[in-house]
């Protein structure tokens, strides 16, 4: 038997109020899927069009995000030293502004790779 149509058996058998049942909310994967998956590429495509205007003209020649996984944003870096002054000095201060920009829950960490 139901749960919920077990309770409301035993509701009515006691002459408790009635419970208000929710609408059934269920959707098939397949129809999330899509929606999910728009919105998720609409994020990262935002962080990448804005990734020259928070970080600068230079440091936005010698690197490019790559990737937005599980709020981590993935970057590559063509050289060494540039990578160790993102991952050093500026991560914190790039991580802030994207922070303010998007929000901590689309990022919420910066990787830097060298590549």
Known sequence: MNPS???AVIAEWRGLPEKKMRPDRW???ADVLPKL???L???ETEVIEAWSKIVGEF???HS???ALREGVLYVRVLQPALHYELEQISKIEILRKLKKRFGGKTIRDIRFRVG
Do not use: K, N, Y
């Open 27 to 29: 959707q098939a994967p």
């Open 5 to 7: 149509l077990r309770a």
């Open 41 to 43: 590429r609409l994020h």
């Open 37 to 39: 998956m728009q919105r």
């Open 59 to 61: 440091i936005a020649a």
């Open 64 to 66: 490019a995000p790559v």
